[in-house]
């Protein structure tokens, strides 16, 4: 699922991948993926 929508990724998801500047990084812990996005 890609989505800007925070809420409904914590309705369906459970972790996270962030692409920043053409790098991936996976969250397992769905919080903390949210808050780095919210970092960029």
Request: glycine share 6%; net charge negative.
């Given at each position: 699922m890609?989505?800007?929508e925070l809420e409904?990724?914590?309705?369906?998801c459970d972790s996270a991948v962030?692409?920043?500047d053409g790098?991936?990084?996976f969250y397992s812990d769905l919080?903390?993926?949210i808050k780095a996005y919210e970092g960029l």
């Open positions: 890609v989505s800007h409904e990724i914590r309705h369906f962030v692409i920043d790098e991936l990084t919080e903390e993926g």
